[in-house]
């Protein structure tokens, strides 16, 4: 008895720390200055909405992690195979195209017309589909050869949905107190934000070998 009660401890810490570690690894990869590009994709997704609108941000960060989600097990599992190039030109195409359609949405914003579900939502679910296939060139060099495949798979996705949350909340955060108590108006913190995300998104197409 005593022995069967170590060895379901042991499994339970075991399985504890391999779902906690994954958890880390995905939250911390989505600050990895070294893939910018998705925290410039969540600049440029959220840039429209404000703090009151933060139910709808939550629902839109999602429909990106449920797209990129798809993708990043289908490529982990090798049942997709991509370009990876390709891939890396997308993603700034992406970006850059989010910019514009928040351009086209500027004399819109006075009025608080975005849904909780909309087509913003849907390009979100399209465009995780893109990112997916770029987080699974980093899980793919770090997932173990186990049967624990599944859980590694699932703690990532929380722990970028975390770090995705996070990151649309300090954007929340500061364009209150920019407009707020700055008293900036909430067309131009939309034309900062998204002129910055679609200069530097258009930088990184312009220097990528794809062509």
């Known amino acids: 008895m005593l022995r069967l009660v170590i060895i379901l401890t042991y499994l339970s810490y075991t399985v504890s720390s391999v779902f906690e570690t994954y958890l880390k ?9 070294g893939a910018y590009d998705h925290m410039l994709f969540l600049l440029a997704l959220s840039a429209i909405y404000t703090l009151g ?10 429909c990106f992690t449920i797209g990129h989600s798809i993708t990043l097990a289908l490529a982990t599992f090798n049942i997709i195979q991509f370009d ?24 819109g914003t ?20 893109i990112h997916g296939m ?9 997932l173990g050869r186990n049967s624990k495949i599944w859980e590694q798979l699932l703690a990532f996705n ?4 975390l770090g995705q949350l996070l990151i649309v909340s300090i954007l929340l955060v500061a364009g209150f107190i920019v407009m ?13 934000l998204s002129s910055a995300a679609a200069g530097i998104s258009l930088i990184m197409i312009l ?4 062509f």
């Open 158 to 161: 929380i722990g970028i949905e």
């Open 53 to 62: 609108d933060w139910r709808k941000v939550i629902a839109l960060v999602t």
């Open 84 to 107: 990876s190039a390709l891939i890396e030109f997308l993603i700034p195409v992406t970006i850059l195209f989010t910019c514009i359609i928040n351009f086209f949405k500027l004399k």
């Open 207 to 210: 220097e990528n070998n794809i």
């Open 25 to 33: 690894l995905g939250f911390h990869h989505i600050y990895d200055f």
């Open 180 to 192: 707020n108590v700055f008293n900036a108006k909430r067309r131009d913190w939309i034309m900062v």
């Open 110 to 129: 006075a009025s608080k017309q975005h849904p909780i579900w909309s087509l913003h939502n849907l390009m979100a679910i399209l465009f995780g589909l």
């Open 134 to 142: 770029g987080f699974s060139n980093f899980l793919k060099s770090i």
